[in-house]
Nanobody, 114 residues
Framework: QVQLVESGGGLVQPGGSLRLSCAAS????????MSWYRQAPGKERELVAT????????NIADSVKGRFTISRDNAKNTVYLQMNSLKPEDTAVYYC???????WGQGTQVTVSS
């Protein structure tokens, strides 16, 4: 059974940083592409970043380029999203997604506010 568990969200001031984690289980994580999405209140869920099994970062949203970085640790079955220079418009629920299985995590709330 595919399971994705996000953590690391919280309240942060503008300009601050957070690192989100997504612990994966129930499948061969090493060989699978992983993605982060986010959904702000009243908006559609949007793709933030994708990382292939080989560690290539692709499909990073223009709105977060230069500020967010996706990475993975295959030994820990975990994918990360490092978020720097956070802005109020980054406020959203952030979701981990395994495209090969169509599986989502439960999401973690990120709120950027002073």
């Amino acid at each position: 059974q595919v399971q994705l568990v996000e953590s690391g969200g919280g309240l942060v001031q503008p300009g601050g940083s957070l690192r989100l984690s997504c612990a994966a289980s129930g499948f061969a994580f090493r060989g699978k592409t992983m993605s982060w999405y986010r959904q702000a209140p009243g908006k559609e869920r949007e793709l933030v970043a994708t990382m292939t099994s080989s560690g290539s970062m692709i499909n990073i949203a223009d709105s977060v380029k230069g500020r967010f970085t996706i990475s993975r640790d295959n030994a820990k079955n975990t994918v990360y999203l490092q978020m720097n220079s956070l802005k109020p418009e980054d406020t959203a629920v952030y979701y981990c997604y395994a495209p090969a299985y169509g599986s989502w995590g439960q999401g973690t709330q990120v709120t950027v506010s002073s």
